[in-house]
């Protein structure tokens, strides 16, 4: 239980807050056109600002559905708080400069203008959500509109339970009291919450007391009836709340959904928001068309040098494993002989990794070409085209041979959950100094379970460091 609030409210204070970081966008929009050109309109250079204005607005709009920047708004920190605003101008910025690029539209706006729009807004923004944040709590607190939660659990839980609840509590609710329904603790107080009730008095003491909500955390075996205590509960016209802690693995996320007409409860390692994957597609697609433009222009040089030293196709193509065990093929500049395959055998007892993986230094199958397009990373290159046809993501976890793939464990498994990808946590964090296939595993498991648009972007910039100064590949 992430946070004690109740849907209306969640709903209610996210569209405010979305409205307030709309309303900051127009406003830091015609402040940094007044400093810029010393006037405020739409449509100055006929309708090219009031085109970017919305582009804006619905860029914003798009980032608000698919990543949900604000979970624990109330929660949040100054520092906290201005990292949030931060993150959701640089990513819309982002897209709005790969859009910019797409359709070659980026010389007709003020580099200054953009510039003084990102860092008003920031500031603008982040100042307003202060305020907000302020006031309605003020408000909420003014005119008593809390819900009040009853807690209903054992007396093995209720501690546990109570504390995790006040660790995560806010403003918009109050947990007023406790039932404990296995053993008669009533008149005694747990975290200065008192137990107001049993199992026998628990309907009287509901009916005659303020009561919005109701938390239950409880094995059916625990209770003689759970299911005519909820009916009992709906009947009151009270919201309930079934903890599923008590019902399930112990898995990242639990959902109720309905399948092939079926309502379930379904186990996920983690739950993808389908509009943050949606993004991430355009990302890719948006990625690889313009990787595989400069695939074409590095190709035009490094081809030729591929066949003079080593005669044969200068693609090295060679089938892995993808999404959840499909199999695809692979495509990089050939870095090696002929006859690299044949020859892994014979050189095994020189493999530097433990567990699956083959890694060697000074590898003799590999070229002299071959070093050189590797220690850049040019040899990557051909793998915009598995981005492009949905076989591998720009960034991802490491797509495994089929030879390791048949060796696997069936926790391993776990990595292969979302697409491999042409960069990831493993590329960018030493890869030449991890010996441990352990560590790659522990890497890609890192990636899925914090996985975001913006630790994607975070981890294409440092790839670029990384290509640049030529750290990591070997």
Same mark, same amino acid.
């Given at each position: 239980?992430?946070?004690?609030?109740?849907?209306?409210?969640?709903?209610?204070?996210?569209?405010?807050?979305?409205? +307030?970081?709309?309303?900051?966008?127009?406003?830091?929009?015609?402040?940094?056109?007044?400093?810029?050109?010393?006037?405020?309109?739409?449509?100055?250079?006929?309708?090219?600002?009031? +085109?970017?204005?919305?582009?804006?607005?619905?860029?914003h709009i798009l980032i608000y559905n698919v990543h949900d920047f604000y979970d624990g708004f109330y929660k949040r920190g100054f520092y906290?708080?201005? $990292?949030?605003?931060?993150?959701?101008?640089?990513?819309?910025?982002? *897209?709005?400069?790969?859009?910019?690029?797409?359709?070659?539209?980026?010389?007709?706006?003020?580099?200054?203008f953009l510039a003084s729009l990102l860092l008003i807004n920031i500031l603008i923004d982040?100042?307003?959500?202060?305020?907000?944040?302020?006031?309605?709590?003020?408000?909420?607190?003014?005119?008593?509109?809390?819900?009040?939660? +009853?807690?209903?659990?054992?007396?093995?839980q209720v501690c546990s339970i109570v504390r995790k609840m006040l660790d995560n509590k806010n403003w918009q609710s109050q947990i007023t009291g406790i039932a404990v329904i296995d053993e008669n603790m009533t008149g005694q107080v747990v975290a200065g919450i008192p137990i107001v009730s049993d199992k026998d008095n628990l309907i009287d003491v509901i009916t005659k007391s303020v009561v919005d909500e109701v938390f239950i955390s409880v094995r059916h075996s625990d209770c003689f009836n759970l299911d005519e205590l909820i009916l009992d509960l709906e009947n009151i016209g009270l919201t309930i709340h079934l903890s *599923?802690?008590?019902?399930?693995?112990?898995?990242?996320?639990?959902?109720?959904?309905? $399948?092939?007409?079926?309502?379930?409860?379904?186990?996920?390692p983690r739950v993808f928001n389908k509009g943050a994957l949606l993004l991430k597609r355009a990302e890719d697609i948006a990625g690889s068309l313009i990787g595989i433009i400069a695939t074409v222009i590095v190709g035009i040089f490094v081809v030729p040098a591929i066949m003079i030293e080593s005669p044969g196709p200068f693609i090295f193509s060679q089938t892995r494993v993808g999404k959840n065990g499909r199999r695809f093929r692979i495509y990089k500049f050939r870095s090696m002989y002929m006859d690299a395959e044949k020859r892994k055998k014979e050189l095994m007892q020189h493999n530097e990794m433990q567990g699956l993986m083959f890694k060697m230094k000074n590898d003799p199958r590999v070229t002299k070409v071959g070093r050189f397009i590797r220690k850049t990373s040019i040899d990557e290159l051909p793998q915009f085209f598995n981005v492009l046809l949905g076989d591998m993501s720009l960034v991802g976890t490491r797509p495994p041979t089929e030879d390791e793939f048949m060796h696997y464990e069936s926790r391993f498994k776990q990595r292969l959950v979302m697409r491999p990808g042409i960069t990831g946590l493993w590329q960018v964090s030493g890869r030449n100094k991890i010996k441990n296939f352990?560590? $790659?595993?522990?890497?890609?498991?890192?990636?899925?379970?914090?996985?975001?648009?913006?630790?994607?972007?975070?981890?294409?910039?440092k790839t670029v460091v990384y290509v640049l100064l030529r750290l990591g590949a070997e």
């Open positions: 239980m992430s946070q004690v609030m109740t849907g209306k409210n969640t709903d209610l204070y996210r569209i405010y807050v979305q409205i +307030l970081d709309l309303a900051c966008l127009c406003l830091s929009f015609f402040i940094a056109m007044w400093i810029r050109f010393g006037v405020i309109t739409i449509k100055l250079q006929g309708t090219l600002y009031g +085109l970017l204005l919305l582009l804006l607005v619905l860029s906290d708080e201005f $990292v949030n605003v931060f993150q959701i101008n640089l990513v819309a910025a982002l *897209l709005v400069s790969g859009i910019f690029f797409f359709f070659q539209a980026g010389s007709y706006y003020s580099r200054f982040y100042i307003a959500r202060q305020y907000f944040k302020v006031f309605s709590i003020s408000y909420y607190k003014k005119n008593n509109i809390i819900n009040s939660f +009853l807690l209903i659990t054992t007396k093995d *599923l802690s008590n019902y399930a693995f112990n898995m990242r996320a639990r959902t109720i959904n309905t $399948v092939y007409g079926h309502n379930v409860l379904t186990f996920e352990e560590d $790659v595993l522990k890497l890609d498991m890192a990636f899925i379970n914090n996985w975001s648009i913006m630790l994607d972007v975070r981890i294409l910039i």
